[in-house]
């Protein structure tokens, strides 16, 4: 018999009002360690909010989110990614005008693992050294090790946002959330990413990820969370969520493109 184990990250009924807007309701879902799982949903499904309830930027109005069993009401972003739970943003966040290299260090110093004062002052050399040398694996680790002396605003788009990904593995997360992570990216970029984010899995960091690219998330994801109007209505693995008439009616509404879709899909499910 197989050993169930614990949830990393449990979504508990949380809510999210603005006013009389509701953003979020009743959502609930697990992500289990290990997984990749894919949280998506139409333009306004309320996903980026619930990226931002889940790493601290909003309080829910209601309900509770636990990550490794603690509860994290009330804790701030940087206690959150403490924890082991870190995150990248829609935009890209880089200092352009620091080389890739730079920026990457810019995070490892946030990290705290050497005080920036004591380095400046030439008093921990080991600890610097040994950030440099974490800085270069990272930069190996997501394929931007040739382009570690530019400039960070000089690099494409896609690039950029790697960079975004170098900053939030610096904190040796054991979850990471990607938001929108391929936007504006090609099909082969796309594809490099995928790549990324199957060794991210591989040593040993969960993936939840907010996306809009279905073919890449068909690909990616070990379970689907489907959203629309900040309401939980599907959830599991590709294939079912990729038939389920419900998602295809979010994404298409009703009429004939909803039925040539599900068709489509019907006849791929039976190849």
Known sequence: MSEIRAPILSVD?????????????????????GEIVSLIGPNGAGKTT??????????????????????LQGLQPHEI?????????????????????????????????????????????AGEAALRDRA???????????RSQDKAGSLAYGEQR??????????EPAMLLLDEPVSGMNASETQV???????????????LLVEHDMPMVMEVSDRIVVLNYGRLIAEGPPAAIR???????????????????AQAARETNDA
């Open 13 to 33: 009924h949380v809510g999210v009002r603005f006013g009389g807007l509701v953003a979020i309701a009743d959502l609930h879902f697990d992500v289990h360690p």
């Open 50 to 71: 619930a990226f931002n309830v889940m790493t601290g930027f909003l309080k829910p109005s209601q309900g509770q989110v636990r990550f490794r069993g603690t509860g």
């Open 81 to 125: 990614v403490r924890l082991g739970l870190s995150r990248t943003f829609q935009r890209t966040s880089v200092f352009p005008d620091d080389t890739v290299f730079d920026n990457v260090m810019i995070g490892l110093h946030r990290r705290g693992r050497t005080r920036l004062v004591d380095t400046l002052l030439g008093r921990d050399r």
């Open 136 to 146: 270069r694996e990272l930069l190996d680790w997501v394929g931007l090790s040739g």
């Open 162 to 171: 790697l960079v975004g990904v170098a900053l939030a593995l610096a904190t």
């Open 193 to 207: 990413f995928v790549r990324l984010i199957r060794s991210i899995r591989e040593r040993g960091v969960t993936v």
């Open 243 to 261: 038939s389920d008439p419900t998602v295809i009616e979010a994404y298409l509404g009703q009429g004939s493109a909803a039925r040539e879709a």
